[in-house]
């Protein structure tokens, strides 16, 4: 059976032999799902989730696409043995019915013992990840990381402010859209006036985040923006239409256009692409719209651009 066990390495977690309700979860900041963190373990430093002090135990909560909830179902549904010495379970919580396996296995010289669970959300899937060192295993033991599973909740909102507060830069003018939704913690955020349920190509969208090291010279700027704009994900059908230098607050930057297909319904967009060139790493802001809406669009999609400010 394939199991979903994304960053795998760096997911845990655990919960206490006391029984948890619903209020007293805690939700990772920026994300949907929440749940009782088992007693020894805090915030996590490094991801979303939570860990012990000595960081031993630790704790991956995220979020998933909606279908990989019944990807998992029906992987559980068709094989519910399991295979390769890996226990497939099942629990209620008040996300719903969620579903885990425990498995053993080592982190380097370390044997641990991992923990997988998938619960619904609305738009997305739920997912924890828990890996507890052997030595530990007396003390989180496989029923208290059940009633830490127990306990998983779902939010339908987050705050804005929180969710703007995760980010590592400020967007100070939202340009009237409404749903925004943290991409990848820490990293990048879309604004839209659609949402997951309707699909977002219908209708205005801004994605926000950083990228790694891009070229310092010119040309090969060009070349590079050029490049990233034909291969955003979702859009078909890619022609460039214009791609020259600009200046975004002061700092060197490339704006690209194309036109292309997105969505389903194969809907004809106008996409513009601007990457704001930094030292480390270079903002990149990918802004689409609908053909027939773009000219009111691209006015927005400008506020906001030119309302992102470096934090500190």
Avoid: C, H
């Avoid at 296995?105 to 507890?132: E, H, L, N």
């Avoid at 036109?259 to 809907?267: A, E, F, I, L, R």
């Avoid at 609908?290 to 009111?296: L, T």
């Amino acid at each position: 059976m394939k199991l979903i066990r994304p960053l795998a390495a760096l997911a845990l977690f655990v919960s206490s032999a006391v029984p948890a309700v619903a209020a007293d979860a805690v939700f990772p900041p920026g994300l949907r799902l929440g749940m009782v963190p088992l007693i020894g373990l805090g915030k996590a430093k490094t991801f979303p989730g939570f860990e012990s002090e000595d960081q031993s135990v630790k704790v991956l909560v995220t979020e998933l696409p909606p279908d990989a909830y019944g990807e998992v179902a029906n992987a559980f549904k068709a094989n519910p043995t399991g295979t390769g010495g890996v226990k497939p379970d099942k629990i209620e919580t008040p996300a719903g019915l969620a579903y885990y396996t425990t498995e053993t296995g080592k982190t380097g010289d370390t044997v641990v013992k991992r923990y997988s669970m998938i619960v619904p959300g609305r738009g997305f899937s739920g997912y924890v990840a828990v890996q507890i060192p052997e030595n530990a295993t007396k003390i989180y033991s496989d029923e208290a990381v059940r009633q830490m599973f127990a306990t998983a909740v779902t939010r339908t909102e987050v705050p804005v402010d929180e969710q703007l507060g995760q980010m590592p830069f400020r967007i100070t003018d939202l340009a009237d859209f409404q749903n925004v939704r943290t991409l990848a913690p820490n990293t990048s955020i879309i604004l839209a006036d659609g949402d997951e349920t309707t699909g977002f190509e219908p209708k205005p969208f801004v994605i926000i985040g950083l990228i790694g090291s891009t070229p310092q010279q010119a040309d090969d700027r060009a070349r590079f923006a050029q490049e990233a704009a034909t291969q955003i994900p979702g859009v078909r059908d890619a022609r460039i239409t214009m791609s020259e230098p600009i200046r975004i607050n002061g700092q060197p930057a490339y704006e690209t256009r194309i036109d292309g297909v997105s969505g389903k319904d194969k809907t004809e967009v106008t996409v513009v692409q601007w990457i704001r060139f930094g030292g480390g790493t270079s903002l990149r802001i990918i802004a689409s719209a609908p053909r027939d809406q773009w000219s009111a669009a691209f006015t927005r999609f400008r506020a906001v651009r030119d309302g992102i400010q470096p934090k500190g």
